[in-house]
């Protein structure tokens, strides 16, 4: 199982590749996930306005994918981390997810 198990739609008209048998790993592992990776790589759509027109705090194109994720339930998420040493305990966050699912 390779690339292949993308649909012939996202083989022609994205360049992708296969890495660590990634496409097997999300397809059955992470089915829910793989479908929507599926759904917003087919229903996307790149316009020449998106990337000539000055934008502002996201592009076009980062709001589209964000907007098509929150409506399937994913949701910015913040990582929650620590240090323990014996039993000193130090906060260290991170970064954010922009778009994670439960």
């Given at each position: 199982?390779?690339?292949?198990?993308?649909?012939?739609?996202?083989?022609?008209?994205?360049?992708?590749?296969?890495?660590?048998?990634?496409?097997?790993?999300?397809?059955?592992?992470?089915?829910?996930?793989?479908?929507?990776?599926?759904s917003v790589l087919t229903e996307f759509r790149l316009y020449k306005s998106w990337i000539t027109n000055p934008g502002?705090?996201?592009?076009?194109?980062?709001?589209?994918?964000?907007?098509?994720?929150?409506?399937?339930?994913?949701?910015?998420?913040?990582?929650?981390?620590?240090?323990?040493?014996?039993?000193?305990?130090?906060?260290?966050?991170?970064?954010?997810?922009?778009?994670?699912?439960?």
């Amino acid at each position: 199982m390779s690339i292949e198990l993308l649909p012939e739609f996202i083989r022609e008209h994205y360049e992708a590749y296969e890495w660590k048998h990634a496409c097997a790993i999300l397809k059955e592992d992470f089915p829910k996930e793989w479908e929507d990776i599926i759904s917003v790589l087919t229903e996307f759509r790149l316009y020449k306005s998106w990337i000539t027109n000055p934008g502002g705090r996201k592009s076009n194109i980062s709001e589209f994918i964000d907007s098509w994720l929150y409506q399937r339930g994913w949701e910015e998420k913040e990582f929650k981390t620590q240090m323990v040493v014996d039993t000193y305990t130090m906060d260290t966050p991170t970064h954010k997810v922009d778009c994670f699912r439960n």
